[in-house]
């Protein structure tokens, strides 16, 4: 396997020489904390034995998110996590996804429009659960962000796993959705659509020409939740590229899959 290392080692000055410019600071220090990760740069922990008192040293890992040494860890805390929330309910998964005439717009303002898109989804969708027939309280849920689709293009969208309830705090009352249908598609599409774009527009940011009258929103049963949330966890704390995509380094050429 090809380590993302040694090539961050290899083409590291040729990156900064060609598109220095272009460069964030956010950039940077990914390639500082990758380039320094379990080694004596990072400085160690000291590991002693309660019983026999003997001591090894280990080099500390950097944490940063796009290294592919050290997310696994935390992926599993995370995972822990959330599975020690799940309800004994039926749960469903969400996906919204944003426009591909949106995504120049995205990328030059990041901050703004992943802000205003999870909170788009997140209000859009409990607003649906106040709504809804046999729901009619306050909804439960975890959303994700992802910026890629599998293929590696830019593709903002968000995963939102739902559990089939809701509280009504008025009647201090917990109600159970019955069956594997939770909301309609097409109709959290129109409500996300119309609530971005005049997100959008309350935050100044120019929207493009073209903007198609159809979004796409799916919304399916996903089971008891457990599969949603792993799929979901090998995902959230990994960068773009893993090392197992990686398949050659010759002639100062890179190939992924």
Known sequence: MIGLVSIIRRYRSNLETSHGQRLLPAHRRALDAMLRCRTPDAGHIRLQCPDCRSEVLRHQSCG???CPQCQNHEASQWLDRQQAKLLPVE????????????????????KIVYSLLCATVSSTLRDFGHDARGLGGNIGLTLVLHTHARNLDFHPHCHVVVPGGSLDRARQQWRRKRGRYLFNAKALAQ???ARLLDGLNRAGLPIPGGIPHVWVVDCRHVGKGEPALKYLSRYLYRGV?????????????VTFT
Request: charged residues 30%.
């Open 91 to 110: 749960y469903f998964m969400a996906t919204f996804t944003l426009p591909s005439e949106l995504r120049g717009l995205a990328w030059r303002h990041q």
């Open 64 to 66: 940063q998110r796009s």
């Open 241 to 253: 590229i893993s090392e197992r995509s990686i398949v050659d380094d010759r002639d100062g050429q």
């Open 191 to 193: 409500v996300f659509r």
